[in-house]
């Protein structure tokens, strides 16, 4: 079954740093897309970042980049986001996401408070 | 960036009858493969989105053919035959030609 388990999300103070996980099983992680979705508390959806198969060719949105990296540990099937100088508005479900949404997780909640 | 804006953002319905969902961007979708990768996201409460349809029309594998999506360039439909108690959530569309990928504003679809 084609499967992909967020982590780390949790409570962090402004300025503060994070990296979420997500474990892909259940196809080839490699040759996939992957990408990085949030939602904030009551919103809609916004796109956060995606990195392409190898790696070499990342996207970011202009809310996040600078800040946020987005990577992959092929080894590991694993997709990462490392998130630093966090913000309120950073504060969202954050969902990893194959390709263009073919597959979600479940999710993993970033709250960004004093 | 590109604009995708939802029409309505709420939408009650009646069970069994049908409802539409319409999807505008601000600029062609078309990419240079000749693809529309314009997808349409459902949302049930308290879920992850899961996508329906893809490249505009495609259906997912298992969605029920009672929902089909239509359109090209910029003007895009969601539409629900006749809606049941399980299609009750938040629908959004998304665009995934241009960087960065936009998501619509959600549309809300609930039974009268």
């Known amino acids: 079954e084609v499967q992909l388990a967020e982590s780390g999300g949790d409570l962090v103070q402004p300025g503060g740093s994070l990296r979420l996980s997500c474990a892909a099983s259940?196809?080839?992680?490699?040759?996939?897309?992957m990408s990085w979705i949030r939602q904030a508390p009551g919103k809609g959806l916004e796109w956060v970042a995606t990195?392409?198969?190898?790696?070499?060719?990342?996207y970011y949105a202009d809310s996040v980049k600078g800040r946020f990296t987005i990577s992959r540990d092929i080894a590991k099937n694993s997709l990462y986001l490392q998130m630093n100088s966090l913000r309120a508005e950073d504060t969202a479900v954050y969902y990893c996401?194959?390709?263009?949404?073919?597959?979600w997780g479940k999710g993993t909640t970033v709250t960004v408070s004093s | 960036d590109v604009v995708m804006t939802q029409s309505p953002l709420s939408l009650p319905v009646t069970l069994g009858q049908p409802a539409s969902i319409s999807c505008r961007s601000s600029?062609?979708?078309?990419?240079?493969?000749?693809?529309?990768?314009l997808n349409w996201f459902q949302q049930r409460p308290g879920q992850s989105p899961r996508r329906l349809i893809y490249k505009a029309s495609n259906r997912e594998s298992g969605v029920p053919d009672r929902f089909s999506g239509s359109g090209s360039g910029t003007d895009f439909t969601l539409k629900i035959s006749r809606v049941e108690a399980e299609d009750v959530g938040v629908y959004y569309c998304m665009q995934g030609t241009h960087w960065p990928w936009t998501f619509g504003q959600g549309t809300k679809v609930e039974i009268k």
């Open positions: 990195i392409k198969q190898e790696g070499s060719e990342r």
């Open positions: 996401a194959r390709r263009r949404g073919d597959v």
């Open positions: 259940g196809f080839t992680f490699t040759t996939h897309w």
């Open positions: 600029q062609s979708l078309v990419y240079t493969d000749g693809n529309t990768y």
